[in-house]
């Protein structure tokens, strides 16, 4: 089975049945589509490789577009690599990044991947 959410900004505690019902039945054999703002990889800090860490146990497979609050730096130190027709970075063995511009076959159905966003509180930020 395929199932689709939106922003996580890593928030762990969206990975629970309270958050997405019947999550902890989800087996080897399905799949989570983040559309955008994974979170997880944005401070690099011990926090968010633990729970990277907890995420790897989980038995779907995790995948995630990029959007538009993305440590994208960070993100290019992963790999890159082919799967299911696309080029992804594979964060865990479970938890793959849908690189932009790509088609991925998954169940028989196809997704073409673009990321991103605008930010309108871009001026706000700091470096």
């Not at 900004?9 to 958050?19: L, M, S, T």
């Not at 860490?53 to 993305?70: A, C, F, M, Q």
Request: proline letters at 2%; one cysteine or more; charged letters at 25%.
């Amino acid at each position: 089975m395929i199932y689709i959410t939106g922003d996580t900004h890593g928030d762990i505690n969206r990975f629970n049945d309270a958050n997405m019902p019947g999550e902890s039945t989800w087996t080897k054999d399905d799949y989570l589509i983040i559309c955008g703002d994974f979170g997880f990889i944005f401070d690099c800090d011990d926090l968010e490789k633990s729970w990277l860490d907890t995420l790897s146990r989980k038995p779907y497979t995790i995948l995630w577009v990029d959007g538009n609050h993305e440590n994208f730096n960070a993100l290019a130190e992963y790999p890159i690599e082919m799967w299911n027709g696309g080029k992804v970075r594979r964060i865990r063995k479970n938890i793959l990044h849908l690189m932009r511009g790509q088609v991925f076959a998954i169940e028989n159905k196809t997704f073409l991947t673009m990321g991103g966003a605008y930010s309108i509180d871009r001026y706000m930020r700091k470096k």
